[in-house]
């Protein structure tokens, strides 16, 4: 399609996609992001997909599919490498514009480690090309469940929080590249020891919202459930009496966070701990596991999203009595205190934001790592 002379700058948008991981004989969902500013079209006219797939097509096939809200159709036709697709209607949203979902299909004898770069460019009567590129992996795959609390722990106000925040691998292989959690609570929790290998927000895109996120080297083998090895949240001394918190925490492994850091991690500015070193520990009575724990060289994913997210309750004693607070662990530096003394109780909110892109990790063929996102973050373990 002929770029029409009136076309906007491409300056006036912005237009991305995201990595795609499948395994051997599956497949791997993808998304793409068209943001527009100011001035900009509320609907495109003539808008195309092109998909340059050379660097794929030796191990995998595309598609396009339905992201879901939008009620689209579009037409697609191949010549070698290049897939063109029209698409209608393409609308805005907010700062961005509907468009599908990908889906990459592996080829028969495809196998871990196979990796190439796909191309996208965006285009239509309003807008002039927009390339962007990602990166497709065929995955060695895991399954990081979250485990969440069955009950809601008794915490008092000003006490620590016990539970210890809990993964098991459901498998099929070990888990041996690293892992990384995502844990944001309510404004009645602050955080306790800061842990050398956790990043804690410092201006979290909800004031109500204590976010942070730590990286793990330890390998958890298919069918262990872990641990963290020390708590990780206390309760403010002002938290109201007979009342439920809630804090929720998400899984990813290493190279799917350092994948998706722009959608988990972003908008917001972090700082890191300076106490010990947090670690996961097996949780007690569970099987040891299976598989290999010698550090895999190829990507490690979890494709299954819909058990990465956990939310857990603490509940406080009826009584507004003065509590017994637990001990706080040694280890680490001092966490945040307590707000001043004669404020109002915290009663919490009643929908804890999920917030940013702690639930994209769940989306994305990357569900729930994609919400806000602009600034790349280094992920080590």
Known sequence: MPVAAHAAPAGSYGFRTFPIDL???????????????DGTPDTLTDAELVFDTSGIDRFGTLSLTSNGRDRQSWTCTTAKSTTTCAVEPVQAYGV?????NLVVTARKGAKVGDDGTLKVTVR???VAPIQARTTVTV???????????????????GATVQHRVAVKNNGPAASTRGVAVRINADEAFDFGPRYRNCQYAVDTLADSVNLAWCTFAEPIAAGAAYELSAPFYKLRGNA????????????????NAQQYADGWYEGQKYVAGTGDVLHLVPVKGQEPGQGDSRRAKVVEADLTHTNDLAQSLVKTPASSASPSVSASPTTGGAGGGDQAGGSLPITGSDTLLVGGAGVVLLAIGAGAFLFARRRRTSFTA
């Open 96 to 100: 961005t514009y509907g468009l599908p």
């Open 240 to 255: 109201a009496p007979d009342h439920q918190y809630q804090y929720y925490y998400t899984w990813a492994t290493l190279d």
């Open 23 to 37: 395994a051997p004989g599956g497949t791997g969902p993808g998304s793409l992001e068209f943001t527009h500013g």
């Open 124 to 126: 239509s009567k309003e």
């Open 139 to 157: 995955a060695r795959l895991v399954d990081l469940a979250a485990q969440p609390l069955a009950t809601a722990e008794p915490v008092a106000p």
